[in-house]
């Protein structure tokens, strides 16, 4: 039996991890949640989960998610806190040798090479929950002799890809934050819908899998059913991970392998580099903006993400419009 602590339960990932640990009842126990500020959706929780300690951050002080007092208790730490509050609780559980799933991608954007250190001793320490992230992970887990040449990230595009420049600036709080395909929470659905998450997935890879971010790109995929790829050395073809666009899926394959559980069956494709779409930045300048401003200014990655989620509060708040996002930034 597993003890699992979910910081952000009440977020968009928190819930379906939840609803992941349902099927696993007779394998993992949760023994400590926290949330930002739904206390009622927290509440129902520990109550149905039977869990004494719970925090709502809004009503604590900001170290109250690192000091849950189940923390040592605690087999694996969850981490799905949205933005940079979560930055500190991933240090955290790395330090106590905590099994670490991250859904978290602000932590390895701020702080890639401490991360990365701290979870050097164990390659299962640290899982990723991000769909591009776990689907890449396990491509590489399941062809671990092979070299890699190039990890490709797939991108939906979000719901104006095919928008002009002239047509974004009447774009609505409530437009941006209808993904097509996730089911996401405030910020990151505006990070989507410009692209800058994509920016941001591409140096959480290169942090993650220890590989030149000039040789990690992303594709267009408006499906969402290619969530990465690798292109091995010496093949022709690209590997790819192949799904159903649904979270579940890839923090379920986190949790087993935190548990070393028997793997759910998955389907990896070979598909040829030729027949995937560059994306195109003209308009969403998102990705740009984003890398170099890291190439620029790698140590300061940490100041970049506290003034980006100002900026987007001003957009959800209605104090800019969505095309000032990137002249903001």
């Known amino acids: 039996m597993q003890n699992v602590v979910i910081l952000g339960s009440t977020g968009s990932l928190g819930v379906q991890a939840l609803e992941v640990l349902e099927k696993y009842k007779k394998h993992f126990r949760v023994i400590g949640l926290s949330a930002n500020v739904n206390k009622t959706l927290l509440g129902k929780q520990a109550k149905k989960w039977k869990v004494k300690d719970s925090v709502l951050a809004s009503e604590s002080t900001p170290s109250a998610l690192i000091n849950l007092s189940t923390l040592e208790k605690a087999d694996i730490i969850i981490n799905v806190l949205s933005g940079i509050a979560g930055i500190n609780p991933s240090l955290s559980a790395l330090k106590a040798g ?13 702080e890639g090479k401490k991360i ?3 979870a050097a001793h164990s390659p299962a320490q640290l899982l990723p929950l991000d769909s591009e992230h776990n689907a890449i992970f396990e491509i590489l887990q399941k062809f671990p002799q092979k070299k890699i040449e190039k990890i490709i990230l797939s991108c939906s595009g979000g719901p104006f890809y095919k928008k002009t420049k002239a047509q974004l600036k009447s774009i609505t709080v409530a437009d941006a934050l209808a993904h097509p395909r996730w089911d996401m929470g405030p910020k990151i659905s505006i990070e989507s819908a410009t692209l800058i998450n994509k920016g941001l997935e591409l140096i959480e890879a290169h942090f993650l899998f ?18 990465g790829a690798v292109k091995f050395k010496g093949e022709k073809f690209l590997t790819a991970y192949v799904s159903n666009p649904d979270m579940r899926e890839h923090i379920e394959n986190a949790l087993l392998r935190a548990a070393k559980l028997q793997s759910l069956p998955k389907t990896f494709k070979k598909i040829s580099e030729s027949s995937l779409s560059k994306i195109s930045t003209k308009t969403l300048a998102g990705i740009p903006l984003v890398l170099n401003f890291f190439k620029k200014n790698p140590t300061k990655m940490r100041a970049f993400l506290q003034h980006e989620e100002k900026v987007i509060q001003k ?7 969505f095309s000032e996002i990137f002249t903001s930034l």
């Not at 957009?315 to 419009?321: E, H, Q, R, S």
């Open 116 to 118: 990365m250190k701290l």
């Open 315 to 321: 957009f959800l708040a209605g104090k800019i419009n």
């Open 98 to 110: 905590k099994i670490l799933l991250l859904g978290n991608k602000e932590s390895l954007i701020a």
């Open 210 to 227: 220890n590989f030149p971010l000039s040789k990690i790109s992303a594709i267009y995929h408006p499906k969402s059913q290619i969530h």
